[in-house]
């Protein structure tokens, strides 16, 4: 993960050391961001979206209108 993902999750009020992919990070040698651990995040705290017909790209819009774009860069959507 680089600091510009870590920037935005601190903006959006989370925590980014609970999103980092440990093992991709020691073969890396950097912080790597794990897109799972983020989808399990976003089920916890806003229900099974995917049931509603919604993705991850739709609780962005709803939920981040702010950070949406830089998220959505970032993550490779």
């Known amino acids: 993960m680089d600091w510009s993902v870590a920037n935005v999750l ?3 009020g989370l925590c ?3 999103f980092y992919d440990n093992a991709l990070t020691v073969i890396m040698k950097k912080p790597c961001f794990d897109i799972f651990k983020f ?3 976003l089920h916890s705290a806003y229900g099974d979206y995917e049931a509603q017909g919604k993705s991850m790209a739709d609780v962005l819009h ?6 949406e ?3 959505k860069e970032l993550f490779l959507f």
């Open 10 to 12: 601190v903006e959006i």
């Open 62 to 67: 709803e939920r981040y209108p702010a950070q």
């Open 69 to 71: 774009q830089r998220l």
């Open 16 to 18: 980014p050391e609970d």
């Open 39 to 41: 989808d399990d995040f």
